[in-house]
């Protein structure tokens, strides 16, 4: 029988954002694999969340290429961007969390490129006069991931409302990121 192991991810990734601390044989489970069908594939659970940053890497990088970055004022991108995020949120909400992923010098570059990506868009916004410039935009984009990963857990948690995910963020961001109008 062959594994599909995008599934297997897939799945792996469904758990461990549900359940952080999941066993390799809860993932097998999960997957509908055995434990040793799982081994041949990702030897440890290093090796596991190492292919599940780089699937969440692809992903989140899809989500920034489909929310068109760099059209229209920046805070209607910003609420594009939060839309194309949330199928994807659970997993970096997960990812974010494992500390190895982000300790010393094997940290991913594909991090370093995507938070550029959206630093420049809270820059951009900051420069047309929407964003407040006493936020730094790396600042503003460590709080946009900070309530990706809140609403998701709140999602899964039951505390809030799937349909809620992207206004809770939007507002709750945007309404503290927007430049005041002087009267």
Do not use: C
Request: glycine share 8%; proline share 2%; hydrophobic share 45%.
């Amino acid at each position: 029988m062959s594994v599909d192991r995008t599934q297997v991810l897939r799945s792996a990734a469904a758990l461990l954002s549900r359940k952080a601390t999941a066993t390799m044989d809860e993932v097998a489970r999960a997957a509908g694999i055995g434990r040793a069908t799982l081994h041949r594939h990702f030897a440890g659970r290093d090796a596991l969340v190492r292919a599940l940053e780089q699937m969440g890497l692809e992903e989140l990088e899809s989500a920034l290429d489909a929310a068109g970055l760099d059209d229209g004022p920046a805070d209607e991108a910003v609420r594009r961007l939060i839309g194309e995020v949330e199928p994807v949120a659970p997993l970096l909400a997960f990812l974010v969390t494992e500390n190895q992923l982000f300790e010393g010098d094997q940290q991913n570059e594909g991090w370093a490129r995507l938070d550029a990506r959206v630093s420049a868009l809270f820059r951009r916004g900051q420069e047309q006069g929407v964003f407040r410039i006493d936020l730094t935009p790396v600042w503003l984009t460590e709080a946009l991931y900070g309530l990706f990963g809140a609403a998701a857990w709140s999602v899964q948690d039951g505390r809030l409302a799937a349909k809620d995910f992207q206004y809770m963020i939007a507002e709750l961001l945007l309404g503290g990121a927007r430049r005041s109008v002087e009267k």
